[in-house]
């Protein structure tokens, strides 16, 4: 089986701009979870989809958000970038109910200028 | 508010012997706990998991121990590879309604290095 993707794999924005990224998970996975990396903060869950319906939100501000198509590939979406949203975009997928392994992507490199 | 503490920011460990990474939590509705690798700029790689029903897991070289009581767990490595060198995250899940919702807790990651 394919493993997850993402892309793309580096981004440079400048602040104020919008930004979008893409994850396909991995066939038959329906939930995929969204993540931010940074040095200071570590690994921080930003929101869960599954089937199309958002079923779960981390303490990130309303600049971030995200959807899912039916086939269940995902996009998040950051508006008005901050230098601060620099950072590591992990997204992981996983069947989507039960005590569930995520399996993730190989991450987006945002870069806010 | 940290509920996933890795204490230990680094481990350095010579070839052969073995690894003891690990991990405490503090929620006490956390059930399902995994271990993942990463290298930098990419995605963590699953090694482990354990469900809290357990107390030990184990998979080839990579053993996870579950202490409820004291809300602990680690992760053994026996014997320890070169290509070991990675960082090691815990994380960690709660259930509730049949589902974790998609969130897990991370610890900040241990630095694991082997040296030949």
């Known amino acids: 089986k394919a493993g997850v993707t993402q892309t793309p794999r580096y981004l440079i924005k400048t602040r104020g701009q919008q930004v979008t990224l893409s994850c396909s998970p991995i066939?038959?996975?329906?939930?995929v979870s969204w993540y931010q990396q940074t040095p200071g903060q570590g690994l921080q869950f930003l929101f869960e989809?599954?089937?199309?319906?958002?079923?779960n939100k981390g303490n990130f501000p309303g600049r971030f958000s995200g959807r899912q198509f039916s086939n269940s590939r995902s996009e998040m979406n950051v508006s008005t970038l901050e230098l601060g949203d620099s950072a590591l975009y992990l997204c992981a997928s996983s069947p989507g109910a039960g005590r569930e392994t995520q399996y993730f992507g190989p991450g987006t490199r945002l870069l806010v200028l | 508010d940290q509920q996933v503490k890795q204490n230990s920011p680094s481990l350095s460990v010579q070839e052969g012997r073995i690894s003891i990474l690990n991990c405490d939590y503090t929620?006490?509705?956390?059930?399902?706990f995994l271990w993942y690798k990463k290298y930098p700029a990419e995605g963590p790689t699953f090694l482990i998991s354990i469900s809290s029903i357990k107390d030990k897991n184990e998979d080839g070289r990579f053993t996870v121990f579950l202490n409820k009581s004291a809300k602990h767990l680690s992760l053994h490595i026996v014997p320890s590879q070169p290509g070991d060198s990675a960082v090691y995250f815990c994380a960690a899940s709660a259930y509730a309604g049949g589902t974790s919702y998609g969130k897990l807790t991370f610890g900040q990651g241990t630095i694991l290095t082997v040296h030949p």
């Open positions: 989809y599954f089937s199309e319906t958002q079923r």
């Open positions: 066939s038959g996975h329906r939930s």
């Open positions: 929620n006490s509705m956390f059930d399902y």
